[in-house]
T-cell receptor, first 110, second 113 residues
Framework: EDQVTQSPEALRLQEGESSSLNCSYT??????LFWYRQDPGKGPEFLFT???AGEEKEKERLKATLTKKESFLHITAPKPEDSATYLC???????????FGQGTRLTINP | DVKVTQSSRYLVKRTGEKVFLECVQD?????MFWYRQDPGLGLRLIYF???????EKGDIPEGYSVSREKKERFSLILESASTNQTSMYLC????????????FGPGTRLTVT
Protein backbone atom coordinates (compact mmCIF):
# COMPACT_ATOMS: atom_id res chain seq x y z
CA GLU A 1 0.00 0.00 0.00
CA ASP A 2 1.27 3.48 -0.89
CA GLN A 3 2.01 5.48 2.23
CA VAL A 4 3.31 8.92 3.14
CA THR A 5 4.34 9.68 6.73
CA GLN A 6 5.32 13.08 8.05
CA SER A 7 7.20 13.82 11.25
CA PRO A 8 6.98 15.39 13.68
CA GLU A 9 3.22 16.01 13.92
CA ALA A 10 3.92 19.38 15.51
CA LEU A 11 7.04 21.50 15.95
CA ARG A 12 7.48 24.66 17.95
CA LEU A 13 10.57 26.80 17.32
CA GLN A 14 11.89 30.17 18.39
CA GLU A 15 12.34 32.79 15.71
CA GLY A 16 15.71 32.21 14.04
CA GLU A 17 15.97 28.57 15.20
CA SER A 18 16.55 26.42 12.09
CA SER A 19 15.13 22.91 11.79
CA SER A 20 13.86 20.27 9.35
CA LEU A 21 10.57 18.53 8.67
CA ASN A 22 10.55 14.96 7.40
CA CYS A 23 8.39 13.19 4.82
CA SER A 24 9.03 9.48 4.30
CA TYR A 25 7.24 7.48 1.64
CA THR A 26 6.72 3.91 0.47
CA UNK A 27 5.19 3.90 -3.00
CA UNK A 28 5.24 1.55 -5.94
CA UNK A 29 6.60 4.08 -8.40
CA UNK A 30 7.36 7.67 -7.52
CA UNK A 31 6.50 10.26 -10.14
CA UNK A 32 7.11 13.30 -7.99
CA LEU A 33 7.03 14.59 -4.43
CA PHE A 34 5.28 17.84 -3.58
CA TRP A 35 5.29 20.21 -0.65
CA TYR A 36 2.34 22.42 0.23
CA ARG A 37 1.80 25.04 2.90
CA GLN A 38 -1.57 25.41 4.59
CA ASP A 39 -2.54 28.38 6.74
CA PRO A 40 -5.39 28.05 9.25
CA GLY A 41 -8.79 28.31 7.57
CA LYS A 42 -7.32 28.15 4.07
CA GLY A 43 -6.66 25.56 1.41
CA PRO A 44 -3.12 24.23 0.81
CA GLU A 45 -0.79 26.34 -1.32
CA PHE A 46 1.71 24.67 -3.64
CA LEU A 47 5.41 25.19 -2.72
CA PHE A 48 7.77 22.73 -4.42
CA THR A 49 8.00 19.80 -6.78
CA UNK A 50 10.87 17.27 -6.60
CA UNK A 51 11.30 14.47 -9.10
CA UNK A 52 14.58 12.65 -8.50
CA ALA A 53 16.90 11.75 -5.64
CA GLY A 54 19.44 14.46 -5.03
CA GLU A 55 17.22 17.23 -6.31
CA GLU A 56 16.86 20.41 -4.22
CA LYS A 57 14.53 23.39 -4.48
CA GLU A 58 14.66 26.66 -2.54
CA LYS A 59 12.26 29.46 -1.79
CA GLU A 60 13.16 32.18 0.67
CA ARG A 61 13.89 30.43 3.99
CA LEU A 62 12.71 27.02 2.77
CA LYS A 63 14.73 24.32 1.05
CA ALA A 64 13.33 20.96 0.02
CA THR A 65 15.51 17.92 -0.65
CA LEU A 66 14.73 14.41 -1.88
CA THR A 67 16.28 10.97 -1.37
CA LYS A 68 15.01 7.58 -2.51
CA LYS A 69 12.96 7.12 0.65
CA GLU A 70 12.28 10.55 2.11
CA SER A 71 12.18 14.29 1.66
CA PHE A 72 13.20 17.04 4.04
CA LEU A 73 11.91 20.56 4.26
CA HIS A 74 14.66 22.64 5.84
CA ILE A 75 13.68 25.93 7.41
CA THR A 76 16.53 28.37 7.97
CA ALA A 77 16.20 31.23 10.45
CA PRO A 78 12.39 31.02 10.46
CA LYS A 79 10.09 33.96 11.17
CA PRO A 80 6.64 33.94 12.81
CA GLU A 81 5.02 34.25 9.37
CA ASP A 82 6.42 30.81 8.51
CA SER A 83 3.98 29.32 11.01
CA ALA A 84 1.66 26.96 9.11
CA THR A 85 0.95 23.32 8.48
CA TYR A 86 3.29 21.84 5.88
CA LEU A 87 1.94 18.99 3.79
CA CYS A 88 3.88 16.49 1.74
CA UNK A 89 2.32 14.55 -1.14
CA UNK A 90 3.50 12.01 -3.70
CA UNK A 91 2.33 11.26 -7.20
CA UNK A 92 2.30 7.60 -8.07
CA UNK A 93 3.24 6.17 -11.46
CA UNK A 94 0.28 6.09 -13.83
CA UNK A 95 -1.93 8.27 -11.65
CA UNK A 96 -3.02 11.89 -11.74
CA UNK A 97 -3.93 11.84 -8.08
CA UNK A 98 -1.75 12.64 -5.09
CA UNK A 99 -1.32 10.79 -1.81
CA PHE A 100 -0.89 13.20 1.10
CA GLY A 101 0.82 12.85 4.45
CA GLN A 102 -0.94 14.02 7.58
CA GLY A 103 1.09 17.22 7.82
CA THR A 104 3.43 18.93 10.28
CA ARG A 105 2.07 21.88 12.21
CA LEU A 106 4.91 24.40 12.58
CA THR A 107 4.78 27.26 15.08
CA ILE A 108 7.46 29.95 15.19
CA ASN A 109 7.47 32.01 18.38
CA PRO A 110 8.76 35.60 18.21
CA ASP B 1 -4.13 34.18 -10.33
CA VAL B 2 -5.88 30.84 -10.23
CA LYS B 3 -9.04 31.05 -8.26
CA VAL B 4 -10.96 28.15 -6.83
CA THR B 5 -14.08 29.08 -4.93
CA GLN B 6 -16.34 26.97 -2.77
CA SER B 7 -19.97 27.80 -2.15
CA SER B 8 -19.86 27.90 1.65
CA ARG B 9 -17.15 28.31 4.29
CA TYR B 10 -19.28 26.82 7.05
CA LEU B 11 -22.29 24.53 6.80
CA VAL B 12 -24.40 22.82 9.45
CA LYS B 13 -26.75 20.03 8.37
CA ARG B 14 -28.85 17.40 10.09
CA THR B 15 -28.36 13.66 9.81
CA GLY B 16 -30.17 12.29 6.77
CA GLU B 17 -30.21 15.55 4.82
CA LYS B 18 -28.98 15.73 1.24
CA VAL B 19 -26.00 18.08 1.05
CA PHE B 20 -24.51 19.81 -1.99
CA LEU B 21 -21.02 21.31 -1.94
CA GLU B 22 -20.17 23.41 -4.97
CA CYS B 23 -16.76 24.24 -6.38
CA VAL B 24 -15.94 26.60 -9.24
CA GLN B 25 -12.55 27.30 -10.86
CA ASP B 26 -11.75 30.06 -13.31
CA UNK B 27 -8.56 28.75 -14.96
CA UNK B 28 -10.05 26.37 -17.52
CA UNK B 29 -8.46 23.40 -15.75
CA UNK B 30 -9.44 19.94 -16.90
CA UNK B 31 -8.87 18.16 -13.58
CA MET B 32 -10.93 18.77 -10.47
CA PHE B 33 -10.73 17.02 -7.12
CA TRP B 34 -12.67 16.69 -3.86
CA TYR B 35 -10.82 15.90 -0.64
CA ARG B 36 -11.76 15.73 2.99
CA GLN B 37 -9.32 16.73 5.68
CA ASP B 38 -9.45 15.35 9.22
CA PRO B 39 -7.00 15.83 12.10
CA GLY B 40 -4.33 13.15 12.10
CA LEU B 41 -5.49 11.71 8.76
CA GLY B 42 -4.41 14.39 6.33
CA LEU B 43 -6.12 14.94 3.01
CA ARG B 44 -7.99 11.98 1.57
CA LEU B 45 -9.26 11.93 -1.99
CA ILE B 46 -12.99 11.35 -2.37
CA TYR B 47 -13.53 11.75 -6.12
CA PHE B 48 -11.85 13.41 -9.04
CA UNK B 49 -12.80 14.33 -12.58
CA UNK B 50 -10.57 14.81 -15.60
CA UNK B 51 -13.27 16.04 -17.98
CA UNK B 52 -16.88 17.11 -18.14
CA UNK B 53 -19.21 14.26 -17.18
CA UNK B 54 -16.22 12.08 -16.29
CA UNK B 55 -15.49 10.96 -12.74
CA GLU B 56 -13.19 8.58 -10.93
CA LYS B 57 -13.44 7.23 -7.41
CA GLY B 58 -10.74 8.25 -5.01
CA ASP B 59 -9.74 6.51 -1.83
CA ILE B 60 -12.92 7.11 0.21
CA PRO B 61 -15.93 7.47 -2.15
CA GLU B 62 -18.46 5.68 0.04
CA GLY B 63 -21.39 7.89 0.98
CA TYR B 64 -20.54 10.51 -1.65
CA SER B 65 -21.32 11.20 -5.28
CA VAL B 66 -20.20 13.93 -7.67
CA SER B 67 -21.43 15.82 -10.68
CA ARG B 68 -19.55 17.69 -13.37
CA GLU B 69 -21.88 19.15 -15.99
CA LYS B 70 -19.63 22.09 -16.87
CA LYS B 71 -15.85 22.28 -17.03
CA GLU B 72 -15.56 24.95 -14.37
CA ARG B 73 -17.92 23.40 -11.82
CA PHE B 74 -17.56 20.25 -9.73
CA SER B 75 -20.17 19.34 -7.13
CA LEU B 76 -19.89 16.95 -4.21
CA ILE B 77 -23.13 15.38 -3.01
CA LEU B 78 -23.81 13.70 0.29
CA GLU B 79 -26.97 11.72 -0.43
CA SER B 80 -27.84 11.20 3.24
CA ALA B 81 -25.49 13.03 5.57
CA SER B 82 -24.15 11.21 8.60
CA THR B 83 -22.23 12.45 11.62
CA ASN B 84 -19.04 10.72 10.44
CA GLN B 85 -19.07 13.02 7.42
CA THR B 86 -18.39 16.01 9.64
CA SER B 87 -15.14 17.31 8.21
CA MET B 88 -13.32 20.00 6.23
CA TYR B 89 -13.98 19.55 2.52
CA LEU B 90 -11.45 20.90 0.04
CA CYS B 91 -11.83 21.27 -3.69
CA UNK B 92 -8.85 21.54 -6.04
CA UNK B 93 -8.20 21.92 -9.75
CA UNK B 94 -5.20 21.35 -11.99
CA UNK B 95 -4.19 21.39 -15.66
CA UNK B 96 -4.58 18.03 -17.36
CA UNK B 97 -0.89 17.22 -17.82
CA UNK B 98 0.13 18.62 -14.45
CA UNK B 99 -2.32 16.89 -12.15
CA UNK B 100 0.06 17.27 -9.27
CA UNK B 101 0.03 21.08 -9.46
CA UNK B 102 -3.23 21.40 -7.64
CA UNK B 103 -4.81 24.71 -6.69
CA PHE B 104 -7.08 24.51 -3.69
CA GLY B 105 -10.16 26.39 -2.63
CA PRO B 106 -10.58 27.75 0.92
CA GLY B 107 -12.54 24.74 2.13
CA THR B 108 -16.00 24.12 3.54
CA ARG B 109 -16.26 23.07 7.16
CA LEU B 110 -19.30 20.81 7.31
CA THR B 111 -20.88 19.81 10.60
CA VAL B 112 -23.54 17.11 10.60
CA THR B 113 -25.62 16.96 13.79
Amino acid sequence: EDQVTQSPEALRLQEGESSSLNCSYTVSGLRGLFWYRQDPGKGPEFLFTLYSAGEEKEKERLKATLTKKESFLHITAPKPEDSATYLCAVRIQGAQKLVFGQGTRLTINP
Amino acid sequence: DVKVTQSSRYLVKRTGEKVFLECVQDMDHENMFWYRQDPGLGLRLIYFSYDVKMKEKGDIPEGYSVSREKKERFSLILESASTNQTSMYLCASSPIYRGYEQYFGPGTRLTVT
